[in-house]
């Protein structure tokens, strides 16, 4: 869409990028086309440009279309240049000082999620937790990892710590965990320390995945206890926020 402060044919280039990078399989012209919309003759010079600069390449025999070298190069220079506590850093920072709470930053390593940074700034409560505090699964961390487990390493996680909690209610957890998927957010009485709760947010990328999570701890009569509290949806726009930093993109209801 081409409007006063953007410019419609880099717009449409884009698309046909977006376009092949989402098959499956190499695309041939009239595939494109018809995703498209974009008429034969401006088609074909989008096609030869992109090719030409290396976005995309073109299978001389066939003559189907996938992405090109530059996508490579520009991959790695992504990973390389990827400090993703630095850039989600001002936001915890910005939360801490907001809440007047404890903000705790936790990535999974090696086969459980684990707390890589704490933001205090209420000097007087103890968490229960430092830097390299293995979360369990009744955390409200833990859930949130589990709400989104996508690899066997999560899963075999999440076996374990069921046999480790007595009467743990699968069916009961399950439904839980498909109620945080749809608000993407858990609230829950931390395990660690009595008298403590926190709320969990995820932090998605461009694959829908978790880049990490992070939670807002305090005590527990100034904890929200309510999805649809004004300071728990300002969190939940804030992790939105962090998410496009990465490239997800939330879908439309």
Excluded at 70 to 82: P, R, S, W
Excluded at 94 to 115: F, G, H, Q, R
Excluded at 161 to 188: H, P, S, W, Y
């Amino acid at each position: 869409m081409s409007t006063s402060t953007t410019i419609g044919s880099l717009a449409q280039g884009i698309d046909i990028i977006d376009v092949v990078a989402k098959s499956d399989e190499p695309l041939k012209f009239t595939d494109i086309q018809e995703a498209t919309g974009i008429s034969k003759s401006n088609l074909y010079k989008y096609l030869n440009t992109l090719t030409q600069l290396g976005l995309l390449y073109r299978d001389q025999k066939r003559g189907y279309f996938s992405l090109g070298y530059k996508f490579l190069e520009y991959g790695t220079v992504a990973m390389q240049n990827t400090d993703f506590i630095g850039r989600l850093t001002p936001y915890f920072k910005e939360i801490s000082k907001m809440t007047n709470m404890s903000t705790l930053l936790a990535t999974w390593v090696n086969d459980t999620p684990v707390i890589t940074n704490i933001w205090n700034t209420n000097y007087g409560l103890n968490i229960g937790a430092q830097v390299g505090t293995k979360l369990p699964l009744n955390s409200a961390t833990g859930k949130m990892f589990a709400a989104y487990a996508n690899s066997f390493e999560v899963l075999n996680w999440i076996e374990r710590e069921q046999q480790t909690i007595v009467g743990f209610d699968v069916a009961a957890f399950q439904k839980e965990l498909k109620q945080i998927r749809a608000q993407q957010v858990v609230l829950a009485y931390e395990p660690l320390v009595k008298h403590v709760s926190s709320v969990s947010f995820p932090v998605f990328n461009f694959q829908k995945e978790l880049v990490c999570v992070f939670a807002v701890v305090g005590f527990s009569e100034d904890v929200p206890d309510d999805v649809q509290d004004e300071h728990i949806q300002r969190l939940c726009a804030m992790s939105r926020e962090m998410s496009a930093i990465f490239g997800y993109i939330e879908e439309e209801a």
